[in-house]
């Protein structure tokens, strides 16, 4: 029985993807800290490793006799009090997990990177694995952590590390506890507190079919490849739209100026500042407004076979999932 390696199995797509793994007669050795609150962090079926991904002995007896490795894990927030934690774990724990796979022998590693780490287009176009970008295109801490998370996972090709990059762009669905930012609208808009909408857009996919693209990237991406794991773009307002149809609560059809908006979030950024509490209006996230994050995954459906389930069913069984566990925007 072959074994996977996977950081970040607690979380929202490593979740889905441990099930998946598990469902595939792969054995899976997860790590998670022991301060992990995740409901997913007891799941049997998995061998657990507890200890901190950062603590590169303990990476590297965790990931011993493991046949691939699956490098999920990321710090993932729009805002952070010290954005020092962000790089620890994005950057120099990207180096911890590949440097032990090298010494551990895996035969091939996915590394889970994100659309934010590549190049965007503003004129409403979708980009690709090759529209050109540089750290001066990031917005934000998360986003400018992933673009040098990718990079230092880059270098271990010449190595001799057999690595296929994945970038997911906006996963949605069940099991989003925490919830993610996308995960935030849809609950906002079950509590009825998204009076209004800006102009802006997003690329869409099943959390379930992002799990999938990991396998099919281990299976058949070529090695030192990118591939985009994304669905539908989507303005917002046709998201709204969307979930109107599937939660039968109407969606506002208001939508607002962007500059106001930015404005709110800047004030919002300085309270933060003085209070050491998360913003209200994350003003990472309204930056990242500005232009549609719309993205084209035709290489992984061509070259890996990714699956493209419907959008409108992914909102559907979010929100139903949303529902069933009791989720209300004071809650996030």
């Not at 409901?39 to 991904?53: A, K, Q, S, T, Y």
């Not at 010290?82 to 774990?89: F, G, K, Q, S, V």
């Not at 800047?266 to 209070?275: D, G, M, P």
Request: proline share 5%; charged share 20%; aromatic share 8%.
């Amino acid at each position: 029985m072959p074994t996977a390696f996977v950081t970040g199995g607690t979380g929202f797509v490593g979740h889905h993807l441990v099930q998946l793994l598990l469902g595939n007669g792969w054995e899976v050795v997860a790590l998670r800290r022991g301060d992990s609150q995740s409901p997913f962090r007891n799941e049997e079926g998995i061998r657990w490793c507890v200890g901190d991904l950062r603590d590169r002995d303990f990476v590297r007896r965790a990931m011993a006799g493991s046949t691939a490795v699956f490098h999920v894990a990321a710090d993932y927030r729009l805002w952070a009090k010290d954005p020092i934690d962000m790089y620890a774990t994005n950057v120099a724990g990207t180096g911890i997990v590949l440097e032990a796979a090298l010494a551990n022998g895996v035969d091939r590693v996915v590394y889970t990177s994100t659309v934010g780490a590549l190049g965007a287009r503003n004129n409403g176009l979708p980009a690709d694995e090759e529209t050109p970008r540089c750290l001066a295109d990031m917005v934000g801490h998360y986003k400018r952590s992933k673009y040098l998370a990718e990079r230092k996972a880059e270098g271990y090709l010449s190595a001799g590390l057999d690595v296929v990059f994945v970038h997911p762009s906006t996963p949605i669905g069940p099991g989003d506890y925490k919830p993610t930012p996308t995960g935030k609208i849809i609950v906002d808009f079950l509590s009825q507190r998204l009076p209004a909408f800006v102009d802006t857009g997003l690329n869409l996919i099943h959390v379930k079919d992002v799990a999938a693209g990991h396998l099919l990237a281990l299976e058949r991406g070529r090695t030192g490849e990118k591939y985009i794991l994304g669905n539908k773009n989507l303005t917002l307002s046709e998201i709204l739209l969307m979930l109107e149809d599937v939660s039968g609560i109407r969606a506002s059809r208001r939508r607002l100026p962007l500059g106001p908006v930015l404005l709110a979030a800047q004030v919002s950024e300085v309270i933060s500042r003085l209070t050491g509490k998360e913003p209200l209006i994350p003003l990472e996230g309204v930056r990242m407004a500005k232009n549609h994050m719309y993205f084209d995954a035709s290489k992984a459906v061509r070259d890996l076979g990714l699956p493209q389930t419907p959008v409108w069913l992914a909102l559907r069984e979010a929100v139903d999932w949303f529902r069933s566990h009791g989720y209300t925007a004071s809650r996030c």
